[in-house]
């Protein structure tokens, strides 16, 4: 599914690109490129609105409504082709997860998740190294080719995949008209440093998180790590989930997660194969003074119920789509329903 080549693109008027590409753009004037994906609906347009605003005197206000099916974006036809990076501020009326996507003209699409944790500013800074390639996305070349990018955009995910009833039960409703703000995207020459990590899945050390919350729970980055926390009573699914790229687990005997839980629990790590098989296993954590390292291997998974059958009834690592960490204890009457966890790192083994 491609999200912006379509006809109706090529009949906008020249005259809302004549401007100058900038290495940054600050939303001051009217001129500043942005729309909504054609078909996606809602409004663009610049406020002045101080709370809103994170530096000058103006910033890109997006106001759209979230339905079950349907998309919500909006894009940028002129991206710097010699960019290396991208970092910008944001902030939401809610949690959500969004993605910021590249479109290549020969049809590939790359996609680079990120949470916005809702009601207050945050910046995001993204190497081209972080985009993977979307899953509904013919590969062409498995590479991606910035010189061949003909747009970005700036898709809502949650309000593509979280608005049906079905979904609601564990990241809560998320249709309604909701609004979203951006000031000062950047174009960087120069990719953001990472720190060289082998095995490692996350090691938290970007300035914005991967993962997505469910329900009643807050997701914060705090002291090199994910801060979880919930508070609300039985029975509720409590955890964060990510998606891991194709391949990603391939020649891997196991999961080890360094984490630190306030009250002990039974935490449970979930993973999603592509043919829709989900596993999972678990373990006791809480009550550590510092962050400890829990490793569970593959022998030690079970197929959940309701997705026996889906599959070969076969855990193969190379094909996780997903992987998960949930609360198991909030889940029986009488286990805590109020928790902090900071979880440090998820690691591979090898």
Same mark, same amino acid.
């Given at each position: 599914?491609?999200?912006?080549?379509?006809?109706?693109?090529?009949?906008?008027?020249?005259?809302?690109?004549a401007?100058?590409?900038?290495?940054?753009?600050?939303?001051?004037?009217?001129?500043?490129?942005?729309?909504?994906?054609?078909?996606?609906?809602g409004?663009?347009?610049?406020? &002045?609105?101080?709370?809103?605003?994170?530096?000058?005197? %103006?910033?890109?206000?997006?106001?759209y409504?979230?339905?079950?099916?349907?998309?919500?974006?909006?894009i940028y036809l002129?991206?710097?082709?010699?960019a290396q990076?991208?970092?910008?501020?944001?902030?939401?009326?809610?949690? *959500?997860?969004?993605?910021?996507?590249?479109?290549?003209?020969g049809?590939?699409?790359w /996609?680079?998740?990120?949470?916005?944790?809702?009601?207050e500013?945050?910046? /995001?800074?993204?190497? =081209?190294?972080?985009?993977?390639?979307?899953?509904?996305?013919?590969?062409? #070349?498995?590479?991606?080719d910035?010189?061949?990018v003909?747009?970005?955009?700036?898709? #809502?995910v949650?309000?593509? +995949?979280?608005?049906?009833?079905?979904?609601?039960?564990l990241?809560s409703d998320?249709?309604?008209?909701?609004? =979203?703000?951006?000031?000062?995207f950047?174009?960087?020459?120069?990719?953001?440093?990472?720190?060289?990590?082998? #095995?490692?899945?996350?090691? +938290?050390?970007?300035?914005?998180? !991967?993962?997505?919350?469910t *329900?009643?729970?807050?997701?914060? %980055?705090?002291?090199?790590?994910?801060?979880?926390e919930?508070?609300?009573?039985?029975?509720?699914?409590?955890?964060a989930?990510?998606g891991?790229?194709p391949?990603?687990?391939?020649?891997?005997?196991? /999961? &080890?997660v360094?984490?630190?839980?306030?009250?002990?629990?039974?935490l449970? !790590? +979930?993973?999603?194969e592509?043919d829709?098989?989900r596993?999972s296993?678990?373990?006791?954590?809480?009550?550590?003074?510092?962050?400890?390292?829990k490793?569970?291997?593959?022998?030690?998974? *079970?197929i959940?119920?309701?997705t026996k059958?889906?599959?070969?009834?076969?855990?193969t690592?190379?094909?996780?789509k997903?992987?998960?960490?949930?609360?198991w204890?909030?889940?029986?009457?009488?286990?805590p329903?109020? #928790?902090?966890? =900071?979880v440090?790192?998820?690691? =591979?083994?090898?």
């Amino acid at each position: 599914m491609r999200y912006w080549t379509v006809v109706g693109l090529l009949t906008l008027t020249s005259a809302l690109w004549a401007q100058t590409p900038k290495s940054v753009i600050g939303f001051e004037t009217p001129q500043h490129g942005w729309l909504v994906l054609p078909g996606a609906g809602g409004k663009v347009e610049l406020t &002045e609105n101080p709370n809103d605003v994170k530096s000058g005197k %103006r910033a890109l206000r997006y106001t759209y409504t979230a339905a079950a099916g349907k998309l919500n974006a909006i894009i940028y036809l002129e991206p710097e082709l010699w960019a290396q990076g991208f970092r910008f501020w944001i902030k939401a009326d809610r949690p *959500a997860l969004f993605a910021l996507s590249l479109q290549e003209q020969g049809g590939e699409r790359w /996609v680079a998740p990120f949470w916005v944790s809702g009601n207050e500013w945050q910046r /995001v800074t993204i190497a =081209l190294a972080d985009f993977t390639l979307a899953e509904d996305t013919k590969p062409v #070349n498995n590479k991606l080719d910035m010189d061949e990018v003909e747009g970005l955009g700036l898709i #809502n995910v949650s309000a593509f +995949f979280a608005t049906t009833p079905e979904a609601a039960i564990l990241f809560s409703d998320q249709t309604g008209t909701h609004m =979203l703000w951006l000031d000062d995207f950047e174009f960087l020459s120069d990719a953001p440093a990472r720190r060289a990590a082998p #095995n490692m899945l996350d090691d +938290f050390q970007r300035d914005y998180l !991967v993962w997505m919350a469910t *329900a009643y729970t807050s997701l914060t %980055r705090e002291a090199g790590g994910m801060r979880v926390e919930y508070d609300m009573p039985f029975p509720y699914i409590f955890g964060a989930l990510c998606g891991v790229a194709p391949n990603a687990l391939r020649d891997t005997k196991g /999961v &080890e997660v360094v984490i630190q839980v306030k009250t002990p629990t039974t935490l449970a !790590v +979930f993973v999603e194969e592509q043919d829709g098989e989900r596993w999972s296993a678990t373990f006791e954590a809480g009550g550590e003074s510092k962050p400890e390292a829990k490793r569970l291997l593959w022998s030690q998974f *079970a197929i959940s119920d309701d997705t026996k059958g889906k599959g070969d009834g076969k855990l193969t690592p190379a094909t996780v789509k997903m992987l998960s960490l949930a609360d198991w204890g909030a889940l029986t009457e009488g286990g805590p329903t109020s #928790n902090r966890w =900071l979880v440090q790192s998820v690691r =591979l083994v090898k």
